[in-house]
C-alpha cells in the first residue's frame, strides 16, 4: 500500500513539475519574442501638415541601435493642374543606408519632385505646395540582429528573407532631392 501512495505521489509531483516547466517555457518564448521586437518597436514613420498647409514625412528611430537597409514609401497626391477633375499620384520609395540611435529624418514637401511626360516630353516637377495629401505605405529595415522588418497599416512584422520592392501600379516615380532633415528623437529608450 505504501508503495502504491508513493508511485501516486510521484505521478502527482511529476505532473505539476511538468506543467511549471511549460509556463516557464511558455514565459521564455514571450519574453524572447518581446525582446526581439523591442528596437523594431520603436521605429515609426508618419505624415505631418503645419497649419501653413506645408506637408513633411517623418521617420524615427527612438532605439539606442542604428537601423540599416532602410525604405521609406509613401504616397503624394494632388490636384492636376492640366486637368481639374484629375489627380496625380506620386509614390515614393525613398532609401535611407541607415538611421542612426534616436534620430528622426525629416522629408520636407520643398525637396519632393517627380517626374511627368507633357506632350511626349519628360519633366522633372517639384510637387506643388498646396492641396497635397500623403499617406506612410510602408517602412521596411534592419535592425541590430540583421532581421528584416516591416511596419504598414496593418502593423509590425518580421520578415523571412529579403525585402521586396513596393508594386507601383504603373503611377508616377517620385524622389526625394537632397538630404532630409536629420535631428535628435524627442524620446528614446
Known amino acids: 500500500m505504501a508503495g502504491i501512495g508513493s508511485l501516486l505521489f510521484t505521478a502527482i509531483a511529476t505532473y505539476y513539475a511538468a506543467a511549471v516547466s511549460k509556463d516557464q517555457l511558455d514565459q521564455s518564448r514571450e519574453d524572447a519574442s518581446r525582446e526581439e521586437r523591442d528596437q523594431a518597436a520603436r521605429v515609426a514613420a508618419w505624415v505631418e501638415t503645419d497649419r501653413v498647409g506645408t506637408m513633411r514625412v517623418h521617420l524615427m528611430n527612438r532605439s539606442l541601435d542604428p537601423v540599416s537597409a532602410v525604405a521609406l514609401s509613401f504616397w503624394v497626391s494632388f490636384p492636376d493642374e492640366l486637368s481639374s477633375s484629375r489627380w496625380v499620384y506620386v509614390l515614393y520609395s525613398q532609401p535611407v543606408v541607415s538611421v ?71 503611377r508616377a516615380i517620385g524622389m526625394v532631392e537632397g538630404q532630409p532633415i536629420t535631428k535628435a528623437a524627442s524620446s528614446c529608450r
Not at 496593418?154 to 528573407?161: I, N, S, T
Open 100 to 170: 542612426g540611435p534616436c534620430t528622426e529624418l525629416v522629408f520636407d514637401q520643398a525637396s519632393m519632385e517627380y517626374v511627368s511626360w507633357v506632350d511626349g516630353l519628360r519633366s522633372q516637377t517639384k510637387v506643388p505646395s498646396r492641396d497635397l495629401h500623403a499617406d506612410v505605405i510602408r517602412v521596411e529595415f534592419m535592425d541590430r540582429t540583421g532581421a528584416n522588418w516591416v511596419r504598414d497599416r496593418k502593423g509590425l512584422d518580421r520578415v523571412r528573407g529579403s525585402l521586396g520592392p513596393v508594386d507601383q501600379h504603373g
